[in-house]
């Protein structure tokens, strides 16, 4: 699998990035899933101990015969994306702009395990919300990380990656894009994370909204609406 970027990986540039998985590795990952030796497991255990064996061999089938790859791949590449250097760590991000004049900025944080992918159906709605039957002053600009370890952002370099840090570099993402303002939204572990950000200077996050409670961290400075779909 390549992952293009336009530099080298120096911090505080912006790189857009590209994936490109080549036919002999995917033919190459059909064949090691083929060849897997599977073990033994205690009759009867069921999940008690881990997924079944016939849960994963299912799982392992769909992967060799079904899943498509490149279907994927091109549909992660139709979003702009870009990686970026912080604290260290190469991030890798969505960033979706609206053509709306007066859009908020939006970052959306994933939690775990997840990655960016499911975000990718509110694009739409979230960045052209006049053409699903909503109110062009809903738009929003959208910011959607891999957090620093996870996905395309690849493995970190050190430890201590705590969600205080996370938010940390999250936020400096948002400065380097340019947005002074902008609300964040996380579930899971991106609610840990999105409630650091927003006990950030005044000046960073100006709305908080955590999936993870059944509770909304707000402060003052967001104008718009945010909806919450669960």
């Known amino acids: 699998m390549k992952m293009f970027a336009s530099s080298p990986t120096n911090p505080g540039t912006i790189r857009p990035f590209r994936l490109e998985t080549t036919p002999a590795e995917l033919q190459d990952l059909k064949q090691r899933l083929s060849m897997t030796r599977w073990p033994d497991e205690l009759p009867g255990a069921g999940w008690n101990y881990g ?12 992967w060799e015969q079904s899943f498509d790859w490149t279907k994927q791949e091109q549909r992660l590449n139709s979003y702009p994306q ?7 760590a190469n991030i890798h991000f969505f960033h979706i702009r609206s053509s ?36 062009a002053a ?27 840090r996370a938010a940390q570099a999250l936020d400096a993402l948002m400065t380097l894009l340019g947005y002074e303002q902008y609300g964040v939204q996380g579930g899971d572990m991106g609610a840990m ?26 402060r003052s400075g967001l104008s718009k609406t945010m909806y919450l779909h669960r």
Not at 82 to 88: A, E, K, S
Not at 108 to 118: D, K, R
Not at 193 to 218: E, F, N, Q, V, Y
């Open 100 to 135: 709306e004049p007066g859009a908020v900025p939006l970052m959306l944080i994933h939690g775990w395990p997840s990655s960016p992918v499911e975000f990718l159906e509110l694009v739409g709605p979230l960045t052209d919300p006049t053409s699903y039957g909503g109110d």
């Open 51 to 62: 997924a079944p064996l016939s849960f994963v061999k299912d799982m392992a089938a769909y």
């Open 193 to 218: 994370i999105d409630r650091k950000s927003a006990a950030s200077p005044p000046a960073a996050s100006s709305g908080c909204m955590s999936t993870r409670r059944p509770w909304a961290l707000c």
């Open 82 to 88: 870009c990686t970026t250097t912080i604290d260290g």
């Open 138 to 164: 809903d738009a929003f600009h959208l910011v959607i990380p891999s957090l620093p370890g996870f996905g395309l952002s690849g493995p970190t370099t050190d430890t201590g990656w705590s969600p205080s």
